[in-house]
């Protein structure tokens, strides 16, 4: 056990004296989803961001570890994830390059001011192209004069809304290899430096991310943080700054939720004196002291100026793997409502997720602007790979378990039996483990690799049918071996997608308002994949009674008799049915549109090369038909795509060319007929 001077205990303590008015309406400020200016100002008042620079600068002059011990209390006592992270980045990614390498002049300029926090820092690596690899870098800095002129972008850049210094790297010799890159402090206000939108994310949603974009950008030359070429060591160093001081945050969350868990546990009835309760908050405790074991014994070494390449990324990986165990315990012993203890073990339970899936039924809409021929246009994504467990099957999974809990027909080491394609598969596994039920899925040769492998990983028992139906797929099939599963079985359930009314209502109860309260309500048509129908038919019906104005289009594939067409094969998962839905009818829709595989899969393709946005083939089929009607209806002006799942899941497949080539799909290789769209990220 590590043990800590006076001064530092005192430092300690006098930061958990402004716990109080760090937490007030966390709730309120978690849902905001805003920068929390009011609380930075707090974060001032704390002098916390003195805390490991120099005392002529206005700091209190503490090394690493005392750094970090008072940090590991900031994320104890903080509940607002994102602000602890703005508080990491603005510390260790941005003063501490300019402390450690910066000349006097550049030093002078701007450490008092991070110092005080009355400018806030961020740090800007990453690039939509090459992400973090440093030596892959395209944004470049030319010599101009006593100038460097930068051109380029940055992306995911934390703080980047709110920051007023940028510690921004670019390349200044196209061959100098780790020898070619060098980093500028870059202020808010200089010409041809410009900050974009918010980009949306799952979680830290405080701490906002934003794109940065150079162009013929004059950067004087004393900004130059250390030498000129020497970017990549000053990158290295920061990194092990930024790593160290990022995860003690983590550290000091992790050891509140523990002691919250164990408050709730020992008050909750229902537990009694459950060995298997007690023998997880063991778990939850060797977590945290090896995460803290980790942690400091690699910032010794880092202080007394060892090599600790294989250490950092030892504890980077202990950490990182430590927050996802605990996220999951954490949902499996405070159930599914999560007590609200003033919003903390509530806001736990999401904030823990940010390395993991979502506890929340909540997805974020991205603005895309399509260039289509003449045409521009706005299209807003609903990206339903930011909710829980990573897909839309997520509502329609939470809905299907309430409803049979509510009937009282679930019971511990019940067996739930569902026919899936892959993503309401891994939702009814992820509920049925943290509820204490059993799951099997019945699944086909067609289910994504990675889907199936996210079944298992939360316990989930396999069925796979290998004989094709009489249309050609494997849904009948699937459906055949459900009730072979169940029938007569009382330690079995079906929780039947295909015709519980739970399905529909999942989604006009949740994502339809969701939909709109995210669009204002200037939504002028959504456009939906329909499987089983009962995502269009509960958006359907939302929509018809609060907007009748707004179109709702659905969307389908060759080969599908959702609507009533004629069977046939399929080429892709997740949309399209060999059964017609039970839940739709024609006053839902306005009318729907039928996408051949090669154009959905095109449109996956395109959005992510050009935006970074990954969405699934069904996601793909949703865009291309928005495209479609957009060139019939030019006066829609506002539409919304529900994106149901992310293409992160089939790049072994929609994103592999042999992949697309073997199953016949090589026309999502080939130009776009009529003329490719561009795709932006932003509004036009």
């Not at 209390?73 to 607002?80: A, F, I, K, M, N």
């Not at 790593?243 to 008050?267: K, P, W």
């Not at 019971?411 to 899936?420: A, D, K, N």
């Amino acid at each position: 056990m590590r043990s800590w001077g006076s001064e530092q205990q005192q430092l300690r303590t006098a930061l958990a004296g402004w716990s109080a008015e760090l937490n007030a309406d966390q709730v309120g400020t978690a849902a905001a989803g805003e920068f929390p200016h009011a609380k930075w100002k707090l974060i001032q008042q704390t002098d916390l961001l003195r805390v490991p620079f120099d005392e002529r600068w206005g700091g209190l002059g503490q090394d690493l570890l005392t750094t970090m011990y008072l940090l590991e209390g900031l994320g104890y006592e903080s509940r607002d994830g994102g602000l602890n992270f703005s508080v990491s980045t603005h510390v260790a990614s941005s003063g501490i390059p300019i402390q450690q390498f910066g000349g006097e002049q550049l030093k002078e300029r701007f450490l008092p001011a991070i110092c005080d926090g009355d400018r806030i820092g961020a740090h800007a690596i990453t690039e939509p192209d090459s992400g973090s690899d440093a030596l892959a870098m395209r944004t470049t800095a030319r010599k101009d004069g006593d100038h460097y002129i930068l051109n380029g972008s940055k992306t995911f850049v934390s703080n980047g809304a709110v920051a007023d210094i940028f510690v921004v790297y670019a390349r200044t010799h196209p061959d100098g290899g780790p020898l070619g890159i060098t980093p500028f402090v870059v202020e808010r206000d200089t010409p041809g430096f410009t900050i974009g939108n918010p980009i949306a994310k799952m979680e830290l949603r405080t701490a906002p991310l934003t794109e940065l974009f150079f162009d013929e950008c004059r950067v004087p030359a004393s900004n130059v943080i250390g030498r000129p070429g020497g970017g990549f060591l000053v990158l290295d160093y920061v990194m092990k700054w930024e790593v160290l001081c990022s995860f003690v945050i983590n550290l000091g969350e992790m050891q509140h939720r523990l002691e919250q868990v164990i408050a709730y546990t020992d008050e909750r009835s229902a537990f009694g004196s459950c060995h298997t309760v007690s023998h997880r908050i063991v778990d939850m405790k060797i977590g945290v002291e090896t995460t803290r074991t980790s942690l400091y014994d690699t910032a010794t070494k880092f202080a007394a100026g060892e090599n600790i390449t294989t250490d950092l990324a030892i504890t980077k990986l202990v950490a990182s793997e430590q927050n996802e165990v605990w996220a999951r315990l954490l949902a499996s012993l405070c159930g599914s409502s999560r007590r609200n203890v003033d919003g903390e073990l509530t806001l736990a339970a999401e904030d823990v997720t940010s390395t993991d899936a979502s506890t929340s039924l909540d997805s974020p809409t991205v603005p895309v602007a399509a260039v289509h021929g003449a045409q521009v246009v706005t299209i807003h994504l609903k990206l339903e790979a930011f909710n829980r467990f990573g897909s839309i099957k997520a509502r329609t999974a939470t809905g299907l378990v309430d409803a049979l809990e509510e009937q009282g027909r679930l019971w511990p080491g019940i067996r739930i039996v569902e026919s899936t394609s892959g993503n309401l598969g891994v939702a009814l596994a992820g509920i049925a483990a943290e509820r204490g039920y059993l799951f099997t899925a019945v699944v086909d040769p067609c289910t994504a690799p990675a889907l199936l492998a996210g079944m298992v990983e939360q316990g989930a028992e396999i069925d796979m049918v290998a004989e094709k139906d009489c249309a050609g797929g494997y849904l009948i099939s699937r459906l055949r071996r459900v009730r072979e599963l169940t029938d007569g079985r009382t330690d079995r359930i079906w929780s039947n997608q295909y015709g519980s009314p739970a399905n529909p209502r999942a989604h006009e109860l949740g994502t339809a308002p969701e939909i709109a309260r995210q669009a204002g309500g200037a939504m002028d048509a959504v456009f939906v994949a329909v499987s089983t129908g009962g995502t269009l038919a509960g958006v359907g019906r939302y929509l018809r009674e609060h907007h009748p104005e707004c179109r709702v289009v659905g969307v389908d594939v060759p080969g599908s008799v959702a609507f009533g067409g004629p069977p046939g094969p399929r080429q892709l998962t997740g949309i399209g049915s060999s059964v017609q839905s039970q839940f739709l009818r024609p006053w839902m829709y306005d009318e729907h549109i039928e996408v051949e595989p090669g154009a959905a899969l095109a449109a996956c393709r395109r959005l992510a090369a050009q935006t970074g946005i990954e969405v699934g083939g069904s996601g793909g089929a949703v865009l291309a038909a928005c495209l479609r009607y957009l060139q019939a209806h030019p006066e829609i002006r506002h539409p919304v795509c529900l994106c149901p799942d992310s293409g992160a899941n089939y790049r072994q497949t929609i994103f592999d060319d042999g992949w697309l080539h073997a199953n016949g799909l090589g026309s999502a290789l080939d130009p776009w007929p009529g003329g490719a769209p561009l795709f932006l990220r932003g509004e036009m």
